[in-house]
């Protein structure tokens, strides 16, 4: 390799002081987000394209990236979201009859700033021992510039509470999609409303090969919008920031709640059913991201290995059945809990039709342990249309 193809030095700088040297990888430049690791072992292009990731710099605790280069197929939205890359050692070429490009190339191409040649197991420690921080990558000309410098730009970024950012990276216009098109075949069973906050383009396809007509919509759609389209069931998606700013979207779900719609969310959408039933959220120290992370159903005892991208839950009671703090909405428990830290990965309500997780169940990539979920909310919706038509004969016979 010639010293003008060497890639140039990099460096990725810790809001605590810690500095990582290696070289670059993708497209050479500054920067900033926060530094998160992820422990997938793959499935690196569903996640980069996760619009979860958004203002975030990707650590991939996983030693070999790139090995399978890149492909439309596997794309999870439009573009790579995630602000930056960390890997260790980057595949010098890919292997794989799917591929049609490197990843690297790729990152170029997007403008997206990485670094190489880095021990991401020992910033993984570190971000474990310290918890998620400010960070940036500089590379190239950026590289040579003080440290003290440095420090003080990523310092002065803000910090990820109190970002609203589903707006960012939500659809700019509804858009419908079929069961026609993902193999069903005859009618679709129920329509839903899909809020999209961050959704991965595998969410309306798991909905869709099930029968069900998804119409997604832009993260600020009105409840009137919404139920404008007659929906038999609403679902909240993924999405990055803060949940404690989504007050647009906590709106929207409680008068959905009111009105006696089903409700599904999963990630953010889960949060966000926290919220609308009145409970607190809370960052954690560094996250849940990754597609190996143990998770119990206490209905069942069942244990699934899930899929999960969040640096937020919610703070409800972890035992038993409890008065939603909103207590128009009744009974409330907590359905999933992480084994690894006891944090709260589902709410289920006990008086209305409505659940939620804080996982992947449409593993893109991933297990798919919890694809039942899907299945779940349309026999939910079934049981909430065969309820509300025999009120409707009751109401019309005792005229």
Known sequence: MSEASMPAQALLVLE???????????????????????????????????????????????????????????????????????????????????????????????????????????????????????????????????????????????????LQLAEEVSVAKRYAVEPAEHGWEGEPLFTIVALDLGMKSMTPHRFAERGVRVHVLPAATTFEEAQSLNPDGVFLSNGPGDPATADRQVGFVRSFLEAGVPYFGICFGNQILGRALGFGTYKLRYGHRGMNQPVMDRSTGKVEITSQNHGFAVDAPLDGATRAPEDRFGRVEVSHISLNDQVVEGLSCLDIPAFSVQYHPEAAAGPHDAAYLFDRFIALMGRNKKNTAATQNETEESK
């Open 16 to 162: 605590d002081g810690r500095i990582f040297r290696g070289t670059s990888y993708g497209a050479e430049g500054t920067t900033l987000g926060e530094a998160v690791f992820t422990t997938g072992m793959t499935g690196y292009q569903e996640t980069l394209t996760d619009p979860s990731y958004a203002r975030q710099l990707i650590v991939q605790t996983a030693p070999h990236i790139g090995n399978t280069g890149v492909n439309q197929a596997d794309n999870e939205s439009t573009r790579i979201w995630a602000a930056g890359y960390v890997v260790r050692d980057a595949a010098r070429r890919p292997s794989n009859w799917r591929s049609e490009g490197t990843l690297d190339d790729e990152l170029r191409a997007q403008g997206i700033v990485g670094i190489q040649g880095v021990d991401t197991r020992a910033i993984t420690r570190h971000l474990r021992e310290r918890g998620a921080m400010k960070a940036g990558i500089f590379s190239g000309a950026g590289a040579s510039r003080p440290e003290a410098e440095l420090l003080a730009e990523v310092a002065a970024q803000p910090s990820m509470e109190g």
